[in-house]
């Protein structure tokens, strides 16, 4: 839960790095919730079937939209890549799954171009220490 919360906490954080279990808990969290939220729509008659959305989850997704794009562009600097590499997600069918495949990579270990690791052991990144 702590994961989540921070990428809400960062969620116009462009830089640095994002360690797997942070972008992989907080994709599941988002999942969790929008299948819930799917369900409360249909239940409570706010879902559209035309349109093919409902109101809260609709207003959920946009909600996550930036801290999961802020997310996903700390965990490719995780690996080493820049955060432009997430407009692959844009390709029909291919991009989303070599997107996934990315995310699931290992991060590089000790520091790179875009930060410390954060796996390093020491202060947690953000935390005020100044490092």
Same mark, same amino acid.
């Given at each position: *839960?702590?994961?989540?919360v921070?990428?809400?906490k @960062?969620y116009a954080?462009?830089?640095g790095?994002a360690r797997?279990? %942070?972008?992989?808990?907080?994709? +599941?969290?988002?999942?969790l919730l929008? $299948? &819930?939220?799917?369900w409360?729509d249909h %239940?409570?008659g706010?879902? #559209?079937? %035309? $349109?093919? +959305?409902?109101l809260?989850?609709?207003l ?5 939209l #930036?801290?999961?794009? #802020? $997310?996903?562009?700390?965990r490719?600097h995780?690996i080493?890549?820049?955060?432009w590499?997430?407009w692959?997600?844009?390709i029909?069918m291919v991009?989303?799954?070599? +997107?996934?495949a990315m *995310?699931?990579?290992?991060? @590089?270990a000790?520091?790179?171009a875009y930060?410390p690791?954060? *796996?390093a052991? &020491?202060?947690? $990144?953000g #935390?005020?220490?100044?490092t």
């Amino acid at each position: *839960m702590d994961g989540f919360v921070r990428v809400f906490k @960062q969620y116009a954080t462009f830089e640095g790095r994002a360690r797997r279990a %942070e972008f992989w808990w907080f994709l +599941l969290a988002c999942l969790l919730l929008s $299948v &819930g939220l799917v369900w409360l729509d249909h %239940e409570l008659g706010l879902w #559209s079937r %035309e $349109v093919g +959305l409902g109101l809260f989850s609709t207003l959920f997704a946009l909600y996550t939209l #930036s801290p999961t794009i #802020s $997310v996903a562009v700390r965990r490719l600097h995780d690996i080493g890549l820049s955060g432009w590499w997430v407009w692959i997600n844009l390709i029909p069918m291919v991009g989303p799954l070599v +997107l996934l495949a990315m *995310m699931a990579r290992k991060g @590089q270990a000790g520091g790179n171009a875009y930060g410390p690791d954060p *796996m390093a052991p &020491g202060p947690l $990144v953000g #935390s005020g220490s100044g490092t």
